[in-house]
Antibody, heavy 124, light 107 residues
Framework: EVHLLESGGGLVQPGGSLRVSCAAS????????MSWVRQAPGKGLVWVSA????????FYADSVKGRFTISRDNSKSTLFLQMSSLRAEDTAVYYCAKYSGSSWYGGYWHFDLWGRGALVTVSS | DIQMTQSPSSLSASVGDRVTITCRAS??????LNWYQQKPGKAPKLLIY???SLQSGVPSRFSGSGSGTDFTLTISSLQPEDFATYYC?????????FGQGTKVEIK
């Protein structure tokens, strides 16, 4: 069965750092681009970052560029999001999501699998 | 960035009703439009991709239509398990963007 499971969420002070992980199973991880999408409490879905299947290409939302780093370990089928210089407005549930293809080029892609999410709270 | 606007933001309906949700893009996205369902405390679930293609395992009462800037998600006969929030999302350009969501509540 295909599955994504996030871990590493928690409470962190403003200006601090945190790494969330996403363990994948049930599919050939390296064949698919992956993404992080976040959802602030009571709010909608916001795309954060993406990485191609090989890890060679990455993309970030302007709101996190320079503060967040997406990476992946294809040998361990795991996706990461390293977050630094965290702000109160970064408080959200962070979902990892699987693209339907190896990259986001071409347009005909969608998020066909989502994890349960990891709650990140930035507060003093 | 392409802005996605859904209407209505919320609606109340009864079991068996036909429900229609609209999504409008700030520029043409051809048919690069996906729909997701999210229940409280749960992850989003893909319903429709490429504007009108039904994801495997999704009931046939869900359907999507549209192209260019205007799109529609229709639930032909609302079931108790369909009460949720629905989001559209464009895959035409990066960054991908979502609509603000439409919450479907029980009347």
């Amino acid at each position: 069965e295909v599955h994504l499971l996030e871990s590493g969420g928690g409470l962190v002070q403003p200006g601090g750092s945190l790494r969330v992980s996403c363990a994948a199973s049930g599919f050939t991880f390296s064949n698919y681009a992956m993404s992080w999408v976040r959802q602030a409490p009571g709010k909608g879905l916001v795309w954060v970052s993406a990485i191609s299947g090989s890890g060679a290409d990455t993309f970030y939302a302007d709101s996190v560029k320079g503060r967040f780093t997406i990476s992946r370990d294809n040998s361990k089928s795991t996706l990461f999001l390293q977050m630094s210089s965290l702000r109160a407005e970064d408080t959200a549930v962070y979902y990892c999501a699987k693209y339907s293809g190896s990259s986001w080029y071409g347009g005909y892609w969608h998020f066909d699998l989502w994890g349960r999410g990891a709650l990140v709270t930035v507060s003093s | 960035d392409i802005q996605m606007t859904q209407s209505p933001s919320s609606l109340s309906a009864s079991v068996g009703d036909r429900v229609t949700i609209t999504c409008r893009a700030s520029q043409s996205i051809t048919n690069y439009l996906n729909w997701y369902q999210q229940k409280p405390g749960k992850a989003p679930k893909l319903l429709i991709y490429a504007a009108s293609s039904l994801q495997s395992g999704v009931p046939s009462r869900f359907s999507g239509s549209g192209s260019g800037t205007d799109f529609t998600l229709t639930i032909s006969s609302l079931q108790p398990e369909d009460f949720a929030t629905y989001y559209c999302q464009q895959s035409y350009s990066t960054p991908p963007t979502f609509g603000q969501g439409t919450k479907v509540e029980i009347k």
